[in-house]
């Protein structure tokens, strides 16, 4: 009997799959399927204590990424800097705030709501009044309540609710992850920001314990990460071997568009819709998606 002559493409050995910078094989999370109905709002706190990791830019970029998929977005600013209101280029001045929200009961959520130059986007703004909340929230009666209590007057509008919180973990940000149903911390690749993780995870199982036992941690994203610096790459392995698949996926690269974008008050994904950054924010909204963090 002669032997069958093989095809040598059988004979090949397969391709070992090309790992992303978390070390995990590189994948592409689908687009997500048009949703029928919309609404009640899945909520969601971007929260780190230390600042500039990235929160805000994470905010607008993925919010803005989500509505074009045609989830309906809010966005509350919820730091006294306003970075959020500036970067979407919306009045924070003579104009309703979350801070009049919290405080007087004359006042409705949808007085303070604006839309954003992008479809499906919508942001209640802050300024810096929003500094002296803490103060008047300490006498209040179920004070780290108070957020939850505004966000359920418009939930049912919205398919899912960001909440850009403050460089903190006072007050404010406590009544953030008490209205939250889940958390991504956006996560600088740097040794200093690396430090604080722990700590914010701490108060997070807090909040759980004692105040909001349906919070989860959706992930943690890694963010302002540079390839070509060593300190850079071992700060994200560290994060995935402390943290595994709590880490997304989906990292975001430093670039100079950022900025840009921000001095615009558009979104990376308006201002430079091709840019590698657009695209990794594209891919953050459908890894979300994906784990179920949002609809």
Known sequence: MTDQKRDPAS???PQESKLGPTGRPLREF??????????????????????????TTTTINLGATLAEYGRRVLAIDFDPQGALSAGLGVQTH??????DLLLSRGIEPADAIQHT????????????????????LVTEVAREQILAGVLRKVSADYDVILIDCQPSLGLLTVNALTASHGVVIPLECEYFALRGVALLIETIDKVRDRLNPAITLDGILATMYDSRTLHSREVLER?????????LETVITRTVKFPDATVAA???TEFAPEHQASK????LARELVFRGAVA
């Open 11 to 13: 004979t090949t050995a």
């Open 30 to 55: 689908p687009t997500p399927p048009a949703l029928r109905e919309h609404g009640p709002a899945r909520i969601i706190a971007l929260c780190n204590q230390k600042g500039g990791v990235g929160k």
């Open 94 to 99: 003579d104009v309703p705030t979350i801070y």
């Open 117 to 136: 130059a992008v479809a499906n986007f919508d942001v209640i703004p802050a300024n810096i009044d929003l500094s002296a909340a803490e103060v008047h």
């Open 239 to 247: 994060v995935v071997d402390a943290f595994g698949d709590r880490v």
């Open 266 to 268: 558009t979104p990376i």
């Open 280 to 283: 990794a924010y594209r891919q």
